[in-house]
């Protein structure tokens, strides 16, 4: 009965590694096949070893012996798996080693015969190789992880080393019994079902908690069992009890140590010729490698240096041993490079990075990492003087003005900064835009452009440093926009800086074959504490705060102060070019509430345009021969900052004027979607009066950009169809200094216009081109006298003469000429008498709002013969439309 619970565990074992094999549990599947076939000829050994016969019992002892050789396999296979340190060869030598020590040493305790039987020596095979097995396992268990880096997993070890350890033990008793030994037969049964459980549980076990740890006290093992063996065979031989089996046994050990022996120096043997191999591609790396290694001694000494000094010190490796390493950097360098190299050399840190400046012969930078080593230290010297150039470079680029040298806005702010923070605070920024500039980029290009600027740069820089001022600094902080900052100027002194700078850029530009003369408007600002700047006109006290509203403390706000001193030397700037262009204006506190005011028509520009509040007015143009309204230009209207909604009947004095409004318009881009809605707008209501019987033409501001641009003309047709208002009804009105300047795109786009019958018109005529040679190559109907030459007409001959010149061209042209802003009836009738067909101004009637302007046309006409204000004493009749322009 115990034969056949034996039997039937070893065929759990087989099955259970077989169906391991079948479902690739963590063993790979060829080791689950040998145990699997271990398990299968232990379950017919065990079955067969228990009837009677000695044939029988040598098939059951040959079976275990097979099985047993099956489990070393199969263990061996595993063990390969796992980073063991040594070779499968070296492993079976020493498993072989072990098992017959062990065997040999068992044989001499329990005073074996001298002499066996061979199916005794046979029945003891098993337990030789299963001890041959413990010892592979015994290996396997000194490891902490496989092959692949993975920890073993404690729980599945165990189990393997208990059930080969039960299994060993049970070949082991079995072994005994055959020489007679009186040992209870139940104990082989026990021990032999444990094992074999055991080893039916190992690849269904799950994953430990924690990974085994590794120990290294199995290694010794194989040299005590050999010595304990060879000294318990000499005592069996002192006492007489020596014979062929313990010979054997004896020799079977001594054969095992001298093939471990031997594979152990094959493999010293190989490894020292790896570690020459390595040595030789090292020192082939170290001698051909761009950097330069160097070995030094603990006092920072050269003790080897590869060929790279040669590259990179032009020196040669042999004059660099003996000598003291920091001799490679130059003499303001060595200090920091010794400091660190003595504290790597002598232990003190294991690393240290120091960039170097090398010494003649050698130029360049270097970059020197050392890492400690016994006895000294290794240094890695790296040109990197390719790298700190650059770096050099890009920092330059990012603090200087690549054109023209100059620092840029970022480096200015900085040492604006810094002197704001020092105690003595005198700081004052001068901020200078070009005036004209744009003409020479479009005229001579940009390369010209350029030329100019670094000029202008040069001539900025002579003129910084004043007689008054203890330092200064000029940079270029936009396309045609310099700072100049500059520290211990007295402030009633500024003024007279900012004129400097304007007499500097007076004197005229050569570029090529031409002159230029440009100008500059000066913007100042100064932060100093004192109320004012001169006259008491700056800097007060009150404007003293940050944009955000926060008090402003120059000397703790360094950047942030730099920031806002040059915002302030903007604003001036812009309130210079304001007055005239080619002045110096200096910061006032109603210069940021004017700044404020135009960012707010800006949103409210662009939110009138996204919602529909902005509104058209209708000034009215009369016929000076009889009084009668033939027209009216559409002004675009928009609500104040406030908000304003202008509805039906808005009041015209509570919106933005119409040259503030297009100004805002201008600068933020919105100009061109702003005039394609007041014409739009002017088309439609021209349209409602006509179907009301009131005729009129209806004249709207264009410019170039829009003109220009893709698809105007079909615009202006498809508007006028769907309104179904007559072209000849719609006048188009463009400044003479946008047509005058005009010899591109904008003539044939003209010409389709009055092809069409759209009338055109120079608005602002006679503000003082030079040419007017453009009036042969415009096809254009009319002319706008500007405001500006009516001035002192009636009272001063030549005005008038002017006049009178100017409206004689125009007619003799075959032009219309309106005359703009009359602002009395005087001026009235002296142009009616001049020959100007027609005029508009506070004197007729102001802008109105669209509704009233319908009134205006049902009206009688206007004696141009009252002399009455500019709204009493004024009768309207009945107006007509303009006769057609030919």
């Not at 259970?16 to 963590?26: E, G, I, K, T």
Request: charge should be negative; proline fraction near 4%; charged fraction near 20%.
């Amino acid at each position: 009965m115990p034969d056949l619970v034996m039997a039937a565990a070893a065929a759990v074992a087989g099955i259970s590694w077989a169906a391991s094999a079948r479902a690739r549990r963590p063993y790979p599947r060829w080791i689950a096949v040998w145990l699997a076939s271990w398990g299968a000829t232990a379950a017919v050994a065990r079955l067969t070893g228990g009837t009677s016969g000695d044939v029988v019992s040598l098939v059951s002892d040959t079976l275990l012996l097979i099985a047993a050789v099956l489990v070393l396999v199969g263990v061996a296979w595993a063990t390969r798996m796992v980073s063991t340190g040594s070779g499968p060869a070296a492993t079976l030598a020493e498993a072989a080693l072990v098992g017959t020590s062990m065997v040999t040493l068992a044989w001499a305790v329990i005073g074996a015969p001298v002499t066996s039987t061979p199916p005794a020596v046979l029945a003891a095979a098993p337990a030789v190789v299963d001890l041959a097995t413990s010892s592979l396992v015994l290996r396997l268990s000194g490891a902490a992880t496989g092959r692949d880096g993975s920890a073993l997993n404690r729980r599945r070890l165990l189990i393997t080393c208990l059930g080969v350890y039960l299994v060993t033990a049970a070949d082991v008793v079995h072994g005994v019994t055959a020489f007679g030994a009186p040992i209870w037969p139940g104990v082989e049964d026990l021990t032999a079902t444990a094992g074999y459980l055991c080893g039916a549980l190992v690849p269904w076990v799950g994953r430990a908690a924690s990974p085994v740890r590794a120990y290294h006290g199995h290694r010794a093992v194989p040299f005590v069992l050999v010595t304990s063996a060879v000294l318990a065979v000499c005592i069996q031989a002192v006492l007489g009890r020596t014979g062929p089996v313990p010979v054997v046994l004896v020799t079977l050990v001594v054969a095992s140590m001298v093939a471990l022996q031997a594979l152990a120096v094959r493999e010293n043997s190989r490894l020292v010729r790896d570690l020459e191999t390595s040595r030789q591609r090292l020192a082939a790396l170290v001698e051909n490698t761009s950097d330069l290694i160097v070995r030094l001694d603990e006092n920072g000494r050269v003790l080897a240096a590869n060929a790279a000094a040669e590259r990179l010190l032009h020196r040669t490796p042999v004059s660099l041993i003996g000598r003291s390493f920091d001799d490679v950097a130059r003499v303001e360098d060595r200090r920091q490079v010794r400091e660190a190299v003595l504290t790597v050399a002598r232990g003190r840190t294991p690393s240290a990075q120091v960039e170097l400046r090398l010494a003649y012969p050698a130029t360049g930078t270097a970059q020197l990492r050392l890492s400690a080593v016994p006895g000294g230290a290794v240094a890695n010297l790296n040109d990197i003087t390719d790298a700190v150039e650059l770096r050099q470079r890009l920092e330059r680029m990012a603090r200087y003005d690549q054109m023209t040298g100059l620092v840029n806005r970022a480096h200015l702010l900085d040492v604006v900064g810094a002197w704001l923070s020092e105690p003595q605070l005198d700081v004052a920024v001068l901020y200078a835009d070009l005036d004209g500039f744009k003409a020479v980029n479009d005229r001579f290009g940009h390369a010209a452009g350029d030329r100019v600027l670094a000029e202008v740069a040069v001539r900025l820089e002579a003129v910084a440093s004043g007689p008054e001022a203890r330092r200064s600094l000029v940079g270029r902080v936009g396309g045609d926009e310099f700072v100049v900052a500059i520290e211990g100027t007295p402030p009633e002194a500024l003024a007279a800086a900012g004129e400097r700078v304007v007499d500097a850029l007076r004197p005229s530009f050569t570029v090529g074959d031409h002159t230029l003369q440009l100008g500059v408007s000066v913007g100042v600002a100064w932060a100093g504490g004192a109320d004012d700047v001169s006259n008491g006109r700056a800097n007060g006290k009150a404007a003293d705060k940050l944009s955000d509203g926060s008090d402003l403390d120059w000397a703790a706000h360094g950047e942030a102060g730099a920031a806002e001193l040059m915002h302030r030397a903007d604003l001036a700037m812009y309130q210079a070019k304001a007055a005239g262009r080619g002045r110096v204006a200096l910061w006032e506190p109603a210069f940021k509430e004017r700044a404020r005011r135009r960012v707010d028509i800006a949103i409210g520009l662009r939110r009138a345009l996204d919602t529909g509040q902005l509104a058209v007015a209708y000034q009215p143009i009369v016929r000076l021969v009889d009084g009668r309204v033939i027209g009216a230009e559409a002004l675009l209207r928009s609500p104040r900052p406030d908000g304003v909604d202008p509805g039906v009947g808005f009041d015209l004095e509570e919106l933005v004027s119409p040259a503030e409004l297009v100004a805002v318009a201008e600068d933020t881009g919105s100009i061109t979607e702003m005039g394609e809605w007041v014409l739009a707008q002017a088309v439609q209501q021209a349209a409602e009066w006509a179907a009301q019987g009131l005729e009129a033409r209806v004249s709207v501001n264009m410019s170039v950009q829009q003109l220009i641009s893709p698809g105007f003309v079909e615009a202006v047709t498809g508007v006028l169809e769907a309104c179904e208002l007559p072209a000849e009804r719609l006048v188009l009105e463009l400044t003479e200094n946008q047509l005058a300047g005009e010899t591109g795109p904008a003539v044939p786009v003209l010409e389709r216009l009055r092809d069409i019958g759209v009338q055109l018109a120079i608005d602002d005529f006679g503000t003082g081109y030079s040419s007017l040679a453009y009036l042969r190559r415009m096809p254009v109907h009319m002319v706008k006298i500007d405001r500006t030459l009516l001035d002192g007409i009636g009272e001063d001959p030549r005005a008038t003469a002017l006049v009178r010149s100017v409206v004689g061209m125009a007619r003799d042209l075959g032009l219309w000429v309106v005359a703009e802003g009359m602002e009395d009836m005087a001026t009235v009738r002296l142009l009616r008498d001049l020959g100007a067909q027609a005029g508009q101004g506070f004197a007729l009637s102001r802008a109105v709002p669209a509704q009233d302007f319908a009134a205006v046309l049902a009206g009688p006409a206007l004696d141009l013969s009252v002399d009455g204000g500019r709204e009493a004493d004024r009768t309207l009749i009945k107006g007509t439309t303009m006769a057609p322009v030919r």
